[in-house]
């Protein structure tokens, strides 16, 4: 495990736009796929988005396709979600996380990433 850092949360109107950052110390992100999860209240952690190791591949949930976008600075060893046309359903706390082995590619599957983020809450009002 390492430790993972999200900024970049806050409260925004519908329609509008947000960044989140993700830094990770201790283990180099472009040999590791990365997600974001969120959790809204009362509704289990449900996957976001997520980026292979090699940044080739993405995967998106249904739900923020076409308006969110996973990227990784590796330089700076950074993964970022790029939030567009925000919605107020889009209302949860967002985690990054770092998947446990070494070349997987990205899963929905929160089990299989052994590394997370304390959390940034985004909250979007109508």
């Known amino acids: 495990q390492v430790p993972l850092v999200e900024s970049g949360g806050g409260l925004v109107q519908a329609g509008g736009s947000l960044r989140l950052s993700c830094a990770a110390s201790?283990?180099?992100?472009?040999?590791?796929?990365m997600a974001w999860f969120r959790q809204a209240p009362g509704k289990e952690r449900e996957f976001a988005a997520g980026?292979?190791?090699?940044?080739?591949?993405?995967d998106y949930a249904d739900s923020v396709k076409g308006r969110f976008t996973i990227s990784t600075d590796n330089a700076k060893n950074t993964v970022y979600l790029q939030m567009n046309s925000l919605k107020p359903e889009d209302t949860a706390v967002y985690y990054c996380?770092?998947?446990?082995?070494?070349?997987?590619?990205?899963?929905?599957?929160?089990?299989?990433?052994?590394?997370w983020g304390q959390g940034t809450q985004v909250t979007v009002s109508s």
């Open positions: 996380a770092s998947i446990k082995i070494m070349g997987w590619g990205p899963s929905r599957t929160a089990d299989l990433y052994d590394s």
């Open positions: 980026i292979s190791w090699s940044g080739g591949w993405t």
């Open positions: 201790g283990r180099t992100l472009s040999r590791y796929s």
